[in-house]
């Protein structure tokens, strides 16, 4: 090759020569031009970064304003309003505690005013003088019945009667005594007999066997299981004759309880929307080992003859509280039961404040008491609270947070 034609490669070459140079010095930089960006990420993270508390800090306020949401509202209710809500309103103050008891009861015969109408000998029904439901007095006749043995006493009776007459009108003079002690003996020993058999000590001068059963006191025929002309064994009731005018009533209530319930203390027995005043004669002492239950008797004045055996009742007793079982001067703060009502799980009652608007109260209750609670702490005596549509005034309080009303 010639030294031009060299000389002219050389020259060619030099451009390819040096664009090659600048691309890999190009290449070799572009690693280091990558950090070069990072701090500008940096910032931006940094920046992100900076916000982030701004946002925590915004949603830490809202969680305040809702937790100040979160309490309680007040509601203030003008007389107006409060009727038409059905609320109403009450002072409290300190009392003494009684309960009342109610439990189921059944109206029963005073087995003090009930006899039961039986013949004392075998004998045969001939006459009926009453009949079920009638009201009888004192020996009025009952039924006539007629027996062998009856009539064989009467004819006893009447010779015995007769033969005594007989010696005592002889006298000692013309009658041994021992004649005339043996007339006495007989004559009582056929009356005795005449007596147990039901009849008068007398004899009536009849010796058919016949004789009537009598009421031995006044009173009402509520049974009569015979039938005219039926065989009738001794012991077997013909009537049943109850005194009315004061009545039975058996109350059923839990064994617990009836050691509350004293007697001579006062109860009352209501029957169709009637109230009617008793007095509690005794208590059970026994336990019924099916129901657990035990049986408190009351004894009821029956003046309009409105119980009857069988009826069922309610009764209502009065007992005092198990705080002042020991000491009965113990005096308690209580609210009406209704009054109470659970708001954000406490139990509450509804105050009326200075201002006349409602505030609720977290009240620690104690033992229920009929239609009434004891509260422990909270409220005290003076406080104005809702006795009666707490409910509807919870319901008010819960729309106002909610923004509703």
């Keep these: 090759m010639s030294e031009n034609t060299m000389t002219t490669f050389r020259l060619m070459s030099l451009p390819v020569t040096v664009a090659l140079v600048l691309a890999i010095a190009a290449c070799s930089k572009s690693p280091e031009a990558e950090p070069a960006k990072a701090p500008a990420a940096e910032a931006d993270h940094a920046a992100s970064g900076k916000d982030a508390p701004a946002e925590g800090t915004e949603k830490g306020g809202e969680h305040a304003e809702e937790g100040k949401e979160g309490e309680a509202a007040l509601v203030k209710m003008d007389e107006a309003a409060l009727k038409a809500a059905g609320i109403t309103l009450q002072t409290l103050q300190s009392s003494s505690l009684s309960e009342e008891l109610r439990a189921p009861g059944e109206v029963v015969d005073s087995a003090y005013g009930t006899t ?90 009849s010796v058919n066997g016949q004789f009537t059963l009598t009421a031995p006191h006044a009173g009402r025929i509520t049974e009569d299981e015979f039938i005219v002309g039926e065989r009738i064994e001794p012991g077997k009731a013909l009537f049943r004759l109850v005194d009315e005018s004061t009545v039975w009533v058996d109350a059923t209530l839990p064994s617990g309880t009836v050691s509350r319930i004293e007697a001579g203390s006062p109860a009352t027995v209501v029957i169709g929307g009637q109230r009617i005043a008793g007095k509690v004669l005794r208590s059970a002492h026994r336990t019924s080992d099916a129901t657990r239950t035990a049986s408190v008797r009351i004894e009821v004045p029956n003046k309009d003859d409105r119980l009857h055996g069988g009826d069922f ?93």
Excluded: C
């Excluded at 409602?358 to 009434?372: C, L, M, N, S």
């Design 116 to 205: 039961l109408i039986t013949p004392r000998v075998a004998s045969l029904v001939v006459r009926r003088h009453a009949k079920l439901g009638d009201e009888v007095r004192a020996g009025a006749p009952l039924a006539t019945l007629a027996s062998v043995d009856v009539s064989d006493a009467q004819a006893d009776l009447r010779i015995a009667e007769q033969e005594w007459r007989r010696v005592s009108a002889l006298g000692r003079e013309a009658v041994a005594g021992r004649r005339i002690n043996e007339a006495k003996i007989a004559v009582d020993r056929a009356r005795a007999k005449a007596q147990a058999y039901g009849l008068p000590g007398t004899s009536s001068g």
């Design 313 to 405: 009742v309610e009764v209502y007793f009065d007992a005092g509280s198990s705080a002042s079982v020991d000491n009965g001067s113990i005096t308690e703060l209580t609210v009406p039961t209704e009054a109470l009502v659970q708001l954000q799980g406490e139990t509450v009652v509804f105050r009326r404040n200075a201002a006349g608007a409602f505030e609720p109260v977290p009240v620690r209750i104690g033992e229920a008491i009929g239609d009434r609670t004891m509260v422990r702490e909270g409220v005290k005596a003076g406080d104005v609270v809702v006795a009666s549509g707490a409910f509807t005034l919870k319901s008010q309080m819960l729309k106002s947070q909610l923004g509703e009303e």
